[in-house]
């Protein structure tokens, strides 16, 4: 009896995941930690305060790429502590879909 062919699963659709974090640096090594960061890729600071909290956005196209980037920022020199805020997945059809805002818009 011939084998079956074996057929690759359906590839997944693309996705983006998107997460915000508020790090907290040692305020003397601010300077390098916000260099660091806009460094990573789809990374975004979006506000800071001179006690070293700063206000981050990451963009990833995998739930991996995105613990990697986490664990980047976590690891930089200067970086004391860092909170997850939010967090959401979506494909990309998705996120790019047209949300009537009720006025018919």
């Known amino acids: 009896m011939p084998a079956l062919p074996h057929s690759a699963p359906p590839a997944a659709p693309p996705e983006l995941h998107i ?7 040692a305020p003397r090594r601010l300077s390098g930690v916000r260099e660091a960061i806009l460094a ?10 001179d006690t070293g ?4 956005t990451l963009e990833a196209s995998s739930t991996d790429d995105m613990m ?5 920022i976590q ?4 970086v ?4 997850l805020v939010y967090q ?3 494909t990309l059809d998705a996120m790019n879909e047209e949300i ?3 006025n018919g818009s």
């Open 80 to 83: 004391l502590a860092s909170a």
């Open 75 to 78: 690891r930089l020199d200067g």
């Open 53 to 56: 909290k700063l206000v981050v």
């Open 40 to 49: 990573i890729a789809g990374a975004e600071i979006h506000g800071a305060s």
């Open 88 to 90: 959401h997945a979506d």
């Open 19 to 25: 997460a915000s974090l508020v790090v907290h640096a």
């Open 68 to 72: 990697a980037r986490i664990s980047e």
């Open 100 to 102: 009537d805002d009720g």
